[in-house]
């Protein structure tokens, strides 16, 4: 079965600062998607950034990058210039790109990002 | 447009007492998605809809759970003879299909006294 791990339970870092959350996850497919999801207070998990596995190019979205390790099954989120709003929990997700369950994401347990002022 | 919307937002109840918890996707999105989020965990998918097929319910953790989708739309998640370790936030997601982004609601935060 897929797995993700988050080892890191809680992160800080200060305003402006770049921050990496890592991730890795195990896996025996070779086509499939890893996603960022940030989960604010107001509970809403909102998709920050995903990856297609065979891309080899890493994913950006304006500050959110990531670190794509497919032979080592690393997944890192880098955020670069961090905001105050950027404080949330951070889940690091994964999911088949064909099979049956190809619509089942598998959640890591995420990581607590506090951005301090 | 709307987004993914729940309800209700917070649900406190009696241990014994059955639960129902309301989700309305985004209009046009054939697969609906419930996750349970337990403290301190990630979710934990529970159900799968996509269009008129038979729903995915392997995630549903007891037979106390069930869910329903009406018209291809609504569903509802029912929690039967609640326990203390119902207790969790239920998030409820959509998309326009099985491989597209999912959207999440702001789930239903139960509490089972």
């Known amino acids: 079965a897929q797995t993700v791990t988050q080892s890191q339970p809680e992160m800080s870092v200060q305003e402006a600062e770049t921050v990496t959350l890592s991730c890795t996850y195990d896996t025996s497919e070779s086509d499939y998607y890893l996603f960022w999801y940030k989960q604010p207070p107001s509970r809403q998990m909102i998709l920050v950034i995903r990856q297609e596995a065979y891309k080899q190019q890493n994913a950006t979205e304006n500050r959110f990058s990531v670190n794509f390790q497919k032979a080592a099954k690393s997944f890192s989120l880098k955020i670069s210039d961090s905001q105050l709003g950027d404080a949330a929990m951070y889940f690091c997700a994964y999911r088949e790109n064909s099979g049956g369950s190809n619509y089942k994401l598998t959640f890591g347990k995420g990581t607590l990002l506090t951005v301090n002022p | 447009g709307a987004g993914v919307s729940q309800s209700p937002s917070n649900k406190v109840t009696e241990k014994g007492k059955d639960v129902e918890l309301r989700c309305d996707p985004i209009s046009g999105h054939t697969a609906l998605y419930w996750y349970r989020q337990s403290l301190g965990q990630g979710l934990e998918f529970l159900i799968y809809?996509?269009?008129?097929?038979?729903?995915?319910k392997s995630g549903l953790p007891s037979d106390r759970f069930s869910a329903e989708r009406t018209g291809g739309s609504v569903s509802t998640l029912t929690i039967q003879r609640t326990q203390q370790e119902d207790s969790a936030v239920y998030l409820c997601?959509?998309?326009?299909?099985?491989?597209?982004?999912?959207?999440f609601g702001d789930g239903t935060r139960l509490s089972i006294l």
């Open positions: 997601a959509s998309s326009l299909g099985p491989l597209e982004p999912q959207h």
């Open positions: 809809f996509q269009g008129n097929s038979a729903p995915d």
